[in-house]
């Protein structure tokens, strides 16, 4: 029961609603059938009308298809500026600054001197190493000029000196033969002494008796004479012959030792070697300083390393420097490019080598050409100070920039009118013309 009395409540009300509604639905509808009166009255009336609102919808159609093939094929952002080459110009070596040549916003070409540095100190430094280098060659000919005649004459010596080793030996043993003939001949003048004394001797008894001659006594007298001559001669030869057996010993120790001593010549010879090699290395040293101080002469004069700009000088005439301090920064004008950081939901056609128009904001708007050279392959967020930490706390989703490096087209800035930080609004086209043009030059860069 109560389910029916529900329906007829519900049924009802939209019964009344639907009768309160009847006034309002049958004014609308008589407006509608007034408008389309008066708008076919009208047509019927100039019939040029329908064809002009014909056209005029056609042209506004196509007008939104052009915009939006337009805009389709672009990404643009002016979240970008130029960008460039800031190099701080430091010091090489200390020192009071005695000369300046240029000033600030001053442009430069690479080579030219921008500051000198009071060069007295480093003048003498280089006259002292140029002395120690002369010094140093002058002690290397010294040391090398015995090694060349060392080393020939090694080899032929000892073998010199063997062989003279050798002779002696040989000498010796000569020596030792002549004495033992002469021993030998001393034995039998000993013999012939002792027989001939005796012989004296019975012819005296005999002589006494008067049983031989005087003529025969002389005869044996004298043969004893001779005999005792010839002993004393023999001993004298053995004498002699001792005696050079004794010099030629002595020889052959001359001789060994002479040959020790030629043997000990490749330890002499590499002595002399390292004694050169040693002057060697102090040559190439004093060099080494003999180079540095020219160098530190030279690092007196700074100069500009590239042309462009002078945009900071940090050092001024008569400031004492100390090596690694700035002294000037320097902006190089010919290599200038665009960073434009995209939207992460922008890159997706965007790609290495697509043309890109740029708007320089300094110049009212004023257009350059260009192409995408490079996206960065991170974030700038990640690059921070201070990069964002979403592991902890409430986050936040918040579209991300990636820095995207447009370069310039060359021959548009002869003036260098661009400068780094100018603010650039970057378009880079990624129609299809321009996504093959990517993709065949990546092919070449393959």
Do not use: C
């Not at 052009?66 to 460039?84: C, I, K, N, P």
């Not at 100190?121 to 060659?137: F, G, H, R, S, V």
């Not at 025969?216 to 030869?237: C, F, V, W």
């Not at 002294?327 to 697509?354: C, H, Y």
């Amino acid at each position: 029961m109560v389910r029916k009395q529900y329906g007829k409540g519900v049924s009802g009300s939209r019964d009344g609603r639907s009768r309160r509604n009847r006034p309002e639905i049958t004014r609308r509808r008589a407006v509608i059938v007034v408008i389309n009166t008066k708008v076919a009255g009208f047509f019927q009336e100039n019939p040029r009308a329908k064809w002009i609102l014909s056209i005029s919808g056609i042209l506004v159609l196509l007008i939104i298809l052009f915009l939006w093939h337009h805009y389709s094929v672009r990404e643009s952002t002016d979240d970008a500026q130029v960008d460039g080459h800031i190099v701080p110009i430091s010091a090489r070596v200390s020192g009071p600054i005695v000369e300046v040549r240029i000033q600030e916003n001053q442009g430069v070409e690479a080579g030219a001197v921008l500051m000198v540095l009071d060069p007295t100190d480093y003048k003498i430094a280089l006259a002292k190493a140029q002395a120690e280098y002369d010094d140093a060659i002058a002690e290397r000919e010294a040391a090398s000029v015995g090694v060349p005649i060392t080393s020939a004459s090694t080899a032929s010596n000892l073998s010199m000196k063997q062989a003279g080793l050798a002779a002696t030996e040989k000498e010796v043993t000569s020596a030792n033969a002549n004495l033992a003939s002469n021993q030998a001949h001393l034995r039998e003048a000993e013999a012939n002494y002792a027989k001939a004394n005796r012989d004296l001797e019975r012819m005296k008894q005999l002589i006494g008796k008067d049983e031989i001659s005087q003529q025969q006594y002389d005869a044996t007298a004298t043969a004893a004479d001779t005999a005792a001559a010839a002993l004393e001669s023999a001993k004298a030869e053995v004498a002699q012959a001792e005696q050079l057996v004794n010099v030629a010993k002595s020889h052959v120790q001359q001789a060994e030792a002479e040959v020790r001593v030629a043997e000990t010549a490749p330890q002499q010879l590499q002595a002399t070697q390292a004694r050169a090699s040693s002057a060697e290395a102090k040559v190439q040293r004093a060099k080494a300083l003999f180079d540095q101080a020219k160098v530190n002469l030279q690092y007196t004069t700074v100069k500009a390393p590239f042309r462009g700009v002078v945009s900071k000088k940090a050092a001024d005439l008569g400031q004492v420097v100390q090596i690694g301090q700035p002294l000037i920064a320097m902006v190089s004008l010919d290599d200038i490019w665009v960073t434009a950081n995209f939207k992460e939901t922008q890159l997706r056609k965007i790609g290495p080598g697509q043309p890109a128009d740029i708007e320089v904001d300094t110049y009212g708007g004023r257009k350059y050409r260009g192409h995408v050279a490079s996206i960065s392959p991170a974030t700038g967020a990640k690059f921070s100070l201070l990069p964002p930490e979403n592991a902890t706390g409430n986050y936040v989703k918040v579209v991300q920039r990636i820095p995207v490096r447009i370069y310039f087209d060359s021959g548009q800035d002869p003036e260098h009118l661009l400068r780094p930080g100018m603010s650039v609004t970057a378009t880079v086209l990624t129609n299809e013309t321009a996504n093959k043009n990517v993709e065949s030059a990546t092919k070449k860069i393959d």
